[in-house]
């Protein structure tokens, strides 16, 4: 088994963290640094109660820079990145350019130009960025990528996704409800389906946008091998009525061709699975998350044109 490895982590106070501290420990690595300007940290004691913590980024960074001026063993050699979204570019470039690798949450990056100047400094300075794109190791996933490529016709697969995942009034009071800074609804909670889709169905040829605002969106997507209507909320009014009326606050659902994708169970393992494929060297690429941060901004910016026949199910109840 390889040395341990050391780890800082950014964003240590956000909902995704703790799935990193576990990963981390589960590879047996250490957790050495972490970051927040919240200090509700108390989870850090579950995993890794002796770490350095931080709420002042200038500390942080003095400490990582002290660190990597020291003797081999006290250098980070990989940082987390669990911040908002629009400082994971600033937060990828602080990693590699600190001498560490760095591992990022969805979405990489708001905008794709951004992986342009990301994989320059990796160039530059010989370090690699690694994303977390955790469904595409999900095995229920990967048999459905290998039956479509094995069945490929010339037929297009007919796909319907909603993902509806209920958040309070502080949802839009928060970051997360702030465009400029998560993305928007579609990039947010979104982000990671859109690149499920080109997983499994190819490149993309076509994007319409059926309806967007700050608590839902619903389009229509081509990729090479399928048609797809999506429709994501986080409003509870649009979970379905009887789910709703049972306490049920979230609901997903994927169709190909009529047939519903189960692949609900086996989510608690991804992220331990991710670190394991980023510390063999397998980590996905910088390159490997254009297609779905293209699909995000471009919702993001397209007109939004009434649906047809092309339109998600969920549309027709509004």
């Not at 997903?252 to 991804?270: K, M, N």
């Amino acid at each position: 088994m390889s040395a341990s490895k050391n780890f800082a982590l950014i964003g240590a106070a956000g909902y995704i963290a703790p799935r990193h501290m576990q990963a981390i420990k589960a590879t047996g690595n250490r957790l050495v640094a972490a970051l927040d300007p919240n200090d509700s940290v108390g989870i850090i004691d579950s995993h890794f109660p002796d770490a350095d913590f931080f709420t002042e980024f200038e500390r942080f960074d003095r400490h990582v820079d002290l660190r990597r001026r020291a003797e081999s063993e006290g250098k980070i050699d990989y940082v987390s990145i669990c911040s908002p979204n629009y400082l994971h570019d600033s937060h990828v470039r602080f990693a590699l350019r600190s001498g560490a690798n760095a591992i990022c949450e969805k979405p990489l990056v708001l905008n794709p130009w951004n992986i342009d100047g990301l994989q320059e400094i990796e160039r530059e300075t010989g370090k690699k960025v690694n994303s977390i794109l955790q469904l595409r190791l999900h095995p229920a996933i990967i048999a459905l990528r290998e039956k479509v490529q094995a069945k490929q016709n010339g037929k297009k697969h007919e796909v319907n996704l909603a993902y509806i995942t209920s958040r309070g009034h502080w949802y839009l009071q928060s970051w997360k409800g702030d465009s400029k800074k998560s993305g928007g609804i579609a990039t947010n909670i979104g982000v990671h389906f859109f690149d499920m889709l080109h997983f499994i169905f190819g490149d993309l040829q076509s994007n319409v946008v059926h309806l967007y605002d700050d608590t839902k969106s619903a389009g229509y997507l081509e990729y090479e091998n399928a048609r797809v209507r999506w429709f994501l909320s986080v409003d509870v009014e649009d979970v379905p009525l009887a789910q709703r009326e049972s306490g049920q606050r979230t609901y997903r659902s994927i169709t190909v061709d009529g047939e519903e994708i189960e692949f609900s169970g086996g989510f608690t393992e991804l992220h331990n699975r991710s670190y394991e494929e980023i510390l063999a060297g397998r980590g996905f690429s910088l390159e490997e998350n254009r297609t779905a941060i293209e699909t995000v901004a471009a919702i993001r910016t397209s007109k939004v044109v009434p649906a047809t026949d092309n339109g998600h199910p969920f549309l027709r109840k509004k």
